[in-house]
T-cell receptor, first 111, second 115 residues
Framework: GNSVTQMEGPVTLSEEAFLTINCTYT??????LFWYVQYPGEGLQLLLK?????DKGSNKGFEATYRKETTSFHLEKGSVQVSDSAVYFC??????????FGTGTSLTVIP | DTGVSQDPRHKITKRGQNVTFRCDPI?????LYWYRQTLGQGPEFLTY????????KSRLLSDRFSAERPKGSFSTLEIQRTEQGDSAMYLC?????????????FGPGTRLTVT
């Protein structure tokens, strides 16, 4: 079956620190992979995507590379800001229109 | 474009009662999803509509749950004979057939508490 495993949080970083949030997946076939973000008081929104192996998704300074050999899609950012404080969800889309989300990782960036 | 709206935002009900939630997608969005999110977990897929047709439904979804999308506009999610385990945030999302399916716009959710 399809599933997503994310590193547990919460994660607390100082401003300008390097961020990595690990995500691995289990899927049949070749899923598309996503990171969604939920800022405080807001709904979930798509942050970045990768639809095939070796694709790199990027947005707002965040990056993630679709690694088929390690079934991973780790989220990275070189220098986090206070405004990046949010909950981050890794997700995959398998066959059809069903999306599978990880448990979410809460990030707090302190000045 | 006012975004996806959900009503009510909060619902408290007693075990055994029926509840109904409403989702209004972004205008002209053909696709509509329902998800359930419990504390500390990510959203769990419940069902998917394309226009008025319910095309996919989670195998984990109990028979007590039913969803409709008459006329392909707003959608309702009904839970019959609620149980304490139904306490969760119920999320609705919509997207357009003109863009990729993953470009979903999520609503603020309806938080259900079953006492």
């Amino acid at each position: 079956g399809n599933s997503v495993t994310q590193m547990e949080g919460p994660v607390t970083l100082s401003e300008e620190a390097f961020l990595t949030i690990n995500c691995t997946y289990t899927a049949t076939g070749y899923p598309s992979l996503f990171w969604y973000v939920q800022y405080p008081g807001e709904g979930l929104q798509l942050l970045l995507k990768a639809t095939k192996a070796d694709d790199k998704g990027s947005n707002k300074g965040f990056e993630a590379t679709y690694r088929k050999e390690t079934t991973s899609f780790h989220l990275e950012k070189g220098s986090v800001q206070v405004s990046d404080s949010a909950v981050y969800f890794c997700a995959l889309r398998g066959y059809g229109n069903q999306f599978y989300f990880g448990t979410g990782t809460s990030l707090t960036v302190i000045p | 474009d006012t975004g996806v709206s959900q009503d009510p935002r909060h619902k408290i009900t007693k075990r055994g009662q029926n509840v109904t939630f409403r989702c209004d997608p972004i205008s002209e969005h053909n696709r509509l999803y329902w998800y359930r999110q419990t504390l500390g977990q990510g959203p769990e897929f419940l069902t998917y509509f394309q226009n008025e047709a319910q095309l996919e439904k989670s195998r984990l979804l109990s028979d007590r749950f039913s969803a409709e999308r008459p006329k392909g506009s707003f959608s309702t999610l009904e839970i019959q004979r609620t149980e304490q385990g139904d306490s969760a945030m119920y999320l609705c999302a919509s997207s357009s057939l003109r863009v990729a399916v993953y470009e979903q716009y999520f609503g603020p959710g309806t938080r259900l508490t079953v006492t």
